[in-house]
Nanobody
Framework: QVQFVESGGGLVQPGGSLRLSCAAA????????IGWFRQAPGKEREEVSC????????TYSDSVKGRFTISRHSDDNTMYLQMDSLKPDDTAVYFC?????????????????WGQGIQVTVSS
């Protein structure tokens, strides 16, 4: 069974930064399309950012563009989400996901591998 170890969430003040990590076991992340999603209370899950496996291109939602940065490190088989200039609206449970052979726009199908989620709270 594929496992992810997620870390880096927590409570931060508006304007602050956090870095989320998602380390994968039992598969090589560099061959997969990977991404981060989030779900706030009462809202649908939304894609935050993604890296396409075929060409390494990245996508960001309009709400985080310019503030968040997704990356993938092959050495430790880990994906990261650097979150800067955080706002209260960024408060949500964040999930990492990976799927083989799909573009970013299909990653939210739920058919790939998903982390258990990590809470991020932005509040003063």
């Amino acid at each position: 069974q594929v496992q992810f170890v997620e870390s880096g969430g927590g409570l931060v003040q508006p304007g602050g930064s956090l870095r989320l990590s998602c380390a994968a076991a039992r598969f090589t992340m560099s061959y997969y399309t990977i991404g981060w999603f989030r779900q706030a209370p009462g809202k649908e899950r939304e894609e935050v950012s993604c890296i396409n496996a075929n060409d390494g291109s990245t996508t960001y939602s309009d709400s985080v563009k310019g503030r968040f940065t997704i990356s993938r490190h092959s050495d430790d088989n880990t994906m990261y989400l650097q979150m800067d200039s955080l706002k209260p609206d960024d408060t949500a449970v964040y999930f990492c996901a990976a799927e083989f052979g799909v573009p970013c726009e299909l990653l939210n199908s739920g058919l790939g591998y998903w982390g258990q989620g990590i809470q991020v709270t932005v509040s003063s």
